[in-house]
């Protein structure tokens, strides 16, 4: 056997199992997904700011509705990028672009919250926490960079939508419960009290597509020169 042909082997065979890799770890960024959409909000409803834990409950929610949320985000949004992209290059493209905006709005508000925090707790001389100016210029910041967040992850899960349905990569289902969820994600900033089907649908989508990232095969995540010159390239 030729040394090329050797190599050319081996290569697909590193390449399939990069691949398989890269979607194990959508899968587990998926899975976080679910707890992060969730457990911020329960500490944010019941949490008590007075109690001795409670700094540091309000500063693990912050972290998780952040950073965590963020990076699981766009991870899982790379695998998915790996599984479809050379079917719907441009879609997949934008859909990166889309959910770097969101993580980005929802570390912005995830710092909002902290820094307000730890400013009450420093000057609690200020009694900020009675300032009707205060509390209506936070709240108005906080609910607009986070419906930002919300919008861009609802053209997210449009184009993944998109995406997974022409290039039936992803199963039907979980591409229409993208679209769903899209849409209603969208129109949170104008209709805040969708914000709470949205999370449910988010959980659902989040837990479902980190079945289908953590059961991928390499034949699954590997696709041909010449089948990829064959697919959709929009």
Do not use: C
């Not at 042909?5 to 770890?25: E, L, P, Y």
């Not at 949490?47 to 693990?60: E, M």
């Not at 905006?101 to 508000?109: D, I, K, P």
């Amino acid at each position: 056997m030729p040394d090329n042909t050797i190599f050319t082997i081996r290569t697909d065979t590193n390449t399939k199992t990069s691949a398989v890799t890269t979607q194990k770890w959508g899968g587990l960024a998926s899975f976080l997904l679910a707890p992060a959409f969730i457990v911020p909000s329960l500490i944010y409803l019941t949490g008590n700011l007075r109690d001795a834990s409670g700094p540091l409950a309000y500063n693990l929610a912050d972290f998780l509705y952040g950073p965590v949320w963020a990076a699981s985000l766009v991870t899982a949004v790379f695998a998915l990028r790996e599984r479809m992209g050379e079917r719907a290059p441009r879609r997949m493209t934008l859909a990166l672009l889309a959910a770097l905006l969101a993580a980005g709005a929802m570390v912005s508000v995830a710092l909002i919250r902290s820094a307000n925090r730890q400013y009450h707790l420093l000057h609690p001389e200020l009694h900020l926490e009675g300032s009707m100016t205060v509390l209506i210029v936070w709240t108005t910041l906080v609910a607009g960079v986070t419906a930002t967040g919300w919008h861009f992850l609802g053209w997210l899960w449009v184009l993944l939508g998109s995406a997974g349905w022409t290039s039936r990569r992803l199963p039907r289902g979980l591409s229409g419960l993208y679209w769903v969820a899209g849409m209603a994600s969208l129109f949170v900033y104008l209709l805040p009290e969708m914000e709470e089907n949205v999370v449910v649908l988010g959980v659902v989508a989040s837990i479902w597509q980190g079945i289908v990232l953590w059961k991928a095969e390499p034949g699954e995540t590997y696709t041909s020169g010449k089948n990829a010159s064959q697919t959709d390239q929009a």
